[in-house]
């Protein structure tokens, strides 16, 4: 009886590319990894499939290779040994025995591994090499919708990028850690924290009692702050973000602005830095003195690494997009949004719920993928208006209780005077990690700053304990952390 095809490098393989350029591969390495998981111990088959993975069809060059492998991921999968003979029988009961080359190629293929111990080494050379033939896929398509000249270059690039992207993606092996091998770290990062005593571990807004509520915009957080429209959330937000450029000048504070030109923002800044009425500039009835200070603001605003993008309509993946190329210019502090539903999907979806859901889900995994804060303005609902109390809560957040879920911190800002229009509050209505609390403010609208009221008491600014201007300003929530939070009650003495 003839034998069948040995299935080595002349076999054809899964997916031939144009041209006459063999696609990478290395059939050693793959007859390696197969013959290694049928005589190795269950630990060696478990970090093959880590690399490897189980969802994939074309990590193996050889067709048959892929078959053989889904096959021994199938028994492993159901908590069964892997050894050839039942490897073999697993192949049969599918149909595939023959199409791999039968069981003598599954002998060859032992009899030709090098040794079981060495599985994720070769299992690292099978990924490389699938790595480069997806890649080369990628760009071939890229080339070929180019060729066909598709008048939307935007899209074709963000997608391109995309397919990149998720290609880096699959070659991270993300390994589980031992909870004794990461208490050294936590000892050392509270010893750090310890010596620091600023109470301030993430990016500092600028506000201090918000910065002691919030030790700071934490890595990683998904912070929205919402407001009514015309209440002041976009001045607030540019606040911060001249803060933060002046506190961290050697890292950049990014600003998605879906609403205002990037003129009318920079125009904020100038008032805001120069201390000057924007409304007097508007209408060009300003005195010499008054321009000095815009030069000499414009001079301050020119030196700080504040960086704009005014593209509106834009969606979630082209946001993240130019985040993350921006990541690797310049590192970031913080990211702004303004504002989160101004953002679609680009596509077809079942309501605005759902849409936003799905937006406000990307903006949390940017964050994490970035590892930086992300400042997300929302809207409020009308019903904020006609609450009883005249306080928004988190229920009046609109058009999806997901961004609720998403943020780590909610701020949600208000008047609480209708009388008083320069006097605002600030709530923290959610804090995943920390304590809620208010805090209050004053807005001078002529030239967009906000004061918190205790930033005005030099006593507290060097950092003298709570006194009377400080009660006014911080009113903490009665110890209450985020609703879904079970927490012990905070006090003052914890600051």
């Not at 199409?99 to 003598?104: L, N, P, S, Y």
């Not at 290609?167 to 509270?190: I, K, M, S, T």
Request: glycine share 6%.
């Amino acid at each position: 009886m003839p034998r069948q095809k040995s299935g080595r490098e002349s076999d054809a393989p899964i997916r031939p590319l144009t041209g006459d350029i063999t696609p990478p591969h290395d059939g050693e390495a793959e007859r390696a990894v197969l013959g290694a998981m049928m005589v190795g111990m269950e630990k060696a088959v478990a970090a093959v499939v880590e690399i490897l993975r189980d969802n994939q069809s074309d990590t193996f060059y050889f067709p048959q290779h892929q078959i053989i492998y889904n096959a021994i991921v199938s028994l492993f999968r159901r908590n069964q040994p892997t050894d050839v003979v039942l490897v073999r029988n697993e192949l049969d009961r599918a149909g595939n025995l023959e199409k791999v080359g039968g069981a003598a190629y599954l002998a060859d293929l032992i009899n030709a591994m090098p040794s079981s111990e060495h599985a994720e080494y070769y299992a690292r050379i099978v990924l490389q090499k699938a790595m480069q033939r997806r890649l080369i896929t990628v760009c071939d398509r890229t080339r070929s919708l180019a060729y066909q000249g598709q008048d939307d270059v935007d899209g074709l690039l963000e997608a391109a990028e995309r397919e990149i992207f998720s290609l880096n993606q699959q070659r991270h092996v993300n390994p589980v850690y031992w909870v004794g091998d990461l208490v050294d770290d936590a000892e050392e990062r509270f010893r750090r924290l310890r010596e620091n005593q600023s109470g301030v571990t993430g990016v500092p807004s600028g506000f201090l009692p918000l910065d002691r509520l919030l030790s700071g915009f934490q890595p990683s957080d998904m912070v929205v702050l919402a407001a009514r429209p015309s209440v002041g959330k976009t001045a607030l937000a540019l606040n911060i973000s001249l803060n933060v450029a002046q506190e961290i000048p050697s890292q950049s504070v990014l600003i998605f602005s879906l609403e205002m030109a990037k003129e009318q923002l920079v125009n904020r800044l100038v008032c805001l830095a120069g201390g000057v009425d924007m409304g007097r500039l508007r209408n060009g009835f300003f005195s010499a003195q008054e321009l000095e200070k815009v030069q000499d603001a414009i001079e301050k605003i020119r030196s700080l690494p504040i960086y704009i993008d005014e593209t509106a309509g834009m969606t979630p993946l082209e946001m993240r997009s130019k985040a993350r190329r921006h990541a690797a210019q310049h590192e970031i502090s913080l990211i702004v949004i303004d504002y989160l539903q101004l953002m679609h999907v680009g596509r077809q979806v079942e309501n605005r719920q759902a849409e936003i859901a799905e937006i406000s889900r990307f903006i949390k995994s940017m964050a994490r993928e970035l590892h930086v804060p992300v400042l997300t303005l929302s809207q409020l609902s009308r019903e904020a208006d006609k609450d009883e109390r005249g306080e928004p809560k988190l229920v009046h957040l609109r058009e999806s209780g997901a961004i609720e879920q998403d943020a780590d911190v909610v701020l949600i800002l208000f008047r609480p005077n209708a009388q008083h229009s320069d006097q605002l509050c600030l709530k923290v209505a959610k804090h995943r990690n920390g304590p809620t609390g208010k805090l209050n403010l004053l807005f001078r609208p002529g030239i967009q700053q906000f004061v918190a009221v205790d930033d005005r008491d030099p006593a507290v600014k060097a950092g003298v304990p709570a006194n009377a201007a400080y009660d006014d300003a911080y009113e903490f929530g009665g110890g209450g952390y985020a609703e879904d939070d079970d927490m012990p009650p905070f006090t003052d003495g914890d600051l």
